[in-house]
């Protein structure tokens, strides 16, 4: 403290007067001017500044020269020229608890050192308020949900619209509703519990707290605690009864389905995997235990194998459900089954379809080896074997020009009957050979006529002169509708062709042989035949047959 700080006005009068007076050599008193405070600097909030908070802490810094002892008044209002809303002794601080939200606010701070004062800028803020929480919601388990685990974790959903905001949460957890607080202050929105007592009802609920305090109280919710029954996994009855035990054949694609089951739910079922190895791996349980599973991307119930490699193969499943019950494994074949995979060869593929006629596809085979050779077409021997998947013959038949279907099974054909179709329209050759009992009342897309009705077809057959002299143009309507009647119309995708016959189908009829081509002039795209050419063979006419169908009609080069 200095004198002049506290000198009476009079003797500062005389002490002025003196020094006019030319006594300066009389310095037995002196003193300094008091210094005003240095300027305040605004800290915070600074201007243009938002406050997303319950209250506003105001801040600032200022110094003296004279080392006086600093106070503060402090001024806030919405208006440019606030009002005073109290002092701070010593702080350079000061806490705004009522201010109203979603408002501009001023302030401005005056130091004071007892005699001078210094005054600062005028500084501005927006005050939003602080937003509470979010009420907890999205609980898993859902609430009324069945638990089937002695363990389980607590989820839930809550946010703070203002940034900067985290949130922890209270936890209550219990067997009985409004359970107690087990855990204050979590700072995450997932909680473990374990030891749950099966068959059991389980209350909870959540209260979510923000930085500023401010919180939301979530609904009480519940689950059940059950025990786990393993789920299952089956193949189809169907696929069981005629696969099972029986010589299975693919190339290197096959589709497979099977049968999921829970007896907790229908929507527990967490995963589903498989293996796809040969027949040599062993079946005991520690042995399966082994094999590299590979899961599903999603849980299905069929699954189409692609790029199989050649070989005896077998097929394992099994699936998991949501509270880590694994089932059975499963797999296709069983040990007197076999699954043959075979890589498609050259462009021509045999069918063998006929369950009628067993081991036909040795007749085949011999001609098709003097005319290709043994490894430049395909056989694929399908037979009675119902559950073959349709994709599985569209994919087979797109692999190749030259199908012969040797046809006895109805629903093998009834399956193929689109993809046929399509390997007609996009230039493929078709050889059909069947017998009367799916001729009858039977739908060929692929060829110019809806329908086709006969009568019985002889299966004494030994030659094939008739045909192999070629095809007469007869006339349809006439010389052949005593044995064999076509219906009128035109195949879907010649609808819109107004050239195409509507009858564009040659045929020849000798006793009980029938034989239809289609187109009736040019290269042949279509031949089906009324009975088991194979038949033919004690006098060597089925050699001839297939090398003028294939070579004549189709014009596809032989070996």
Known sequence: ???????????????????????????????????????????????GDTVNASFATLRWSCSDDDGDTLTYNVYVDTTINPGFVGNSDLD???????????????????????????????????????????????????DGDTVYTATTTLRWTSTDPDPGDSLIYNIYFGTASNPPLVYEGWHTNSYPTDSLEFNQDYYWKIIAIDTEGDSA????????????????????????????????????????????????????????????????????????????????FSVTDEITLYNISPGNKRFFLKTTDEAGGVSDIIYYPDTLGRWTVTAPTGDVLYVDDNPATT???NSYEIVLDSLYGPSDYSTWIIEDLTYYYESDIVQAISSFDVIIWNSGNISHFGESNAALKKHVQEGGKLLLITNYANWNENIYGFMPADSITGKFISDEIRDFRALASGYPDLDVTTSVAPLFSFAPGAPEYLADDSTAAIYDVPVIADSNIFGARYPATGTAQVIMLSFHAHNCWPNGGFGQMMQFILWDEFDHTIK
């Open 1 to 47: 403290m200095t004198f002049w700080k506290y000198a009476p006005l009079a003797l500062i009068t005389i002490i002025l007067a003196a020094s006019f007076s030319g006594c300066a050599e009389d310095n037995t008193i002196t003193g300094s001017p008091n210094n005003p405070p240095n300027t305040i600097t605004m800290i915070a909030p600074a201007t």
């Open 92 to 142: 350079t601080f000061f806490v705004l608890t009522t201010l109203e939200a979603n408002h501009q606010y001023y302030w401005k701070v005056v130091a004071l050192d007892g005699i001078d004062s210094t005054i600062s800028g005028l500084s501005s803020f927006y005050f939003t308020g602080n937003s509470a929480p979010s009420t907890p919601s999205d609980p898993v388990p859902a």
């Open 217 to 296: 109280r979530g609904p009480e919710w519940s689950f059940a605690t059950a025990e786990n029954i393993r789920p299952e996994i089956n193949f189809p009855q169907d696929f069981i009864d005629d696969y099972m035990s029986a010589e299975f054949y693919s190339f290197d694609h096959c589709t497979f389905g099977w049968e999921l089951y829970d007896s907790n739910g229908t929507g527990t079922i967490a995963s589903v995997e498989y293996y796809v190895g040969t027949d040599a791996i062993p079946l005991d349980s520690a042995s399966l235990d082994t094999l590299t599973w590979l899961e599903m």
């Open 359 to 361: 081991g036909s596809e």
